[in-house]
């Protein structure tokens, strides 16, 4: 589904503010009257409520919504707090028909074909301390024990849908929000924040993902170089001034670990600019062109969350705690199998087998 279907619902919440906004006009002016020395304040008042107004419809109708029957929640959720925290799913696509700096760069449609996969994807709970923050490996199995080793990355393939059911069978996640986003925006999101600081520990190349930085420090990334950097598959690191191609598992655990320390610095970044009304007002204008999110999520729910982010990515950052989520290592059919550590980790979180159904 896409925004426009949403203009109706849009043009609608408009109506209504306006409405509210003109009769809170009409007692505000009678009130002027009595107090003229406040006319000007009032006015001023009044135009920036309605212009808020007037951009909250906008942003609602830029968002881009898709229809998804998320599943039931557990019938006891009793791991962290009172329940287990809400829980969104955050799915990064990669379709190669529109990335930044060319097919060259990071490889064509004729390379993998034009439909999108789950590129990266995290399961994120906001909390009263801050976010959990799971990276799942794109390449985790979530049809472990079938015949066919079906792959988070290719679940995507059949739509947003297949992916949250898989993941609510196969694990027990229970899905309350879908969010996506095409890795070309996510590119223009980074590079709407000025770009993202981030620590490299060696110098990294991977000639795949068109990723070259060639000392370990502190690096304000652009959106491509950032991108390069989360879809890294084959890197190579500098050590005694030789460079060394990594083995396979080692690659995926530092993907999976540079796409945790990229989205902190990316909330890093958000709440740097939310300093500013005027910042704050054009990002939300250009994250709501880029995301888009299942029909039951509003606008409320993204402001709920981004001020989470905001409170979490405050000083050392220690309120957004990162979390890789462990399998077994990449097989020849390119499936990394779950494993007592990955069942661990997620029930640590709220995720169990068993306590998910999928609706249909």
Not at 152 to 178: E, I, W
Not at 268 to 275: D, K, T, V
Request: proline share 6%; aromatic share 6%.
């Amino acid at each position: 589904m896409s925004s426009s279907d949403n203009s109706p619902a849009a043009a609608g919440m408009l109506t209504r503010a306006h409405r509210a906004l003109s009769a809170w006009w009409a007692r505000v002016r009678a009130w002027g009257r009595r107090r003229p020395g406040l006319a000007v304040v009032s006015a001023t008042l009044v135009a920036l409520l309605a212009l808020a107004a007037g951009d909250l419809g906008l942003l609602w109708a830029r968002l881009d919504h898709f229809q998804v029957n998320l599943p039931h929640s557990p019938a006891n959720g009793t791991v962290i707090g009172s329940k287990t925290p809400s829980t969104w799913l955050v799915i990064g696509t990669d379709s190669r028909t529109s990335l930044p700096d060319g097919p060259a760069r990071y490889g064509g449609v004729e390379d993998v074909g034009e439909q999108a996969r789950a590129d990266v994807a995290a399961l994120v709970q906001p909390t009263a301390s801050g976010l959990n923050v799971l990276v799942l490996p794109r390449d985790l199995t979530v049809a472990p024990g079938q015949l066919f080793d079906e792959r988070l990355a290719t679940s995507f393939l059949q739509g947003p849908q297949h992916t949250v059911d898989a993941l609510c069978s196969a694990y027990g996640v229970t899905t309350t929000h879908v969010v996506t986003i095409d890795m070309a925006q996510f590119a223009g999101i980074v590079d709407a924040l000025g770009g993202v600081d981030v620590e490299i520990d060696e110098p990294v190349r991977d000639p795949f993902s068109g990723l070259q930085i060639d000392a370990a420090g502190t690096h304000r990334l652009s959106g491509v170089d950032a991108l390069a950097l989360v879809r890294s598959r084959h890197p190579e690191v500098e050590r005694d001034g030789q460079w060394l191609a990594l083995p396979e598992q080692e690659g995926a655990e530092r993907r999976s670990h540079f796409t945790g320390v990229v989205m902190r610095a990316v909330m890093s970044s958000l709440r740097e600019r939310a300093r500013s009304p005027l910042a704050l007002q054009s990002l939300a204008w250009s994250l709501t062109g880029n995301l888009g999110v299942d029909a039951g999520t509003g606008l409320l729910d993204l402001a709920r969350l981004a001020h989470t982010a905001r409170a979490a990515a405050g000083g050392s950052g220690e309120a957004v705690n990162l979390v890789n989520v462990p399998a077994d290592p990449v097989g020849e059919d390119f499936a990394a199998p779950p494993n007592e550590q990955t069942y661990a980790t997620l029930a640590e979180y709220g995720y169990t087998p068993g306590t998910c159904t999928p609706t249909d």
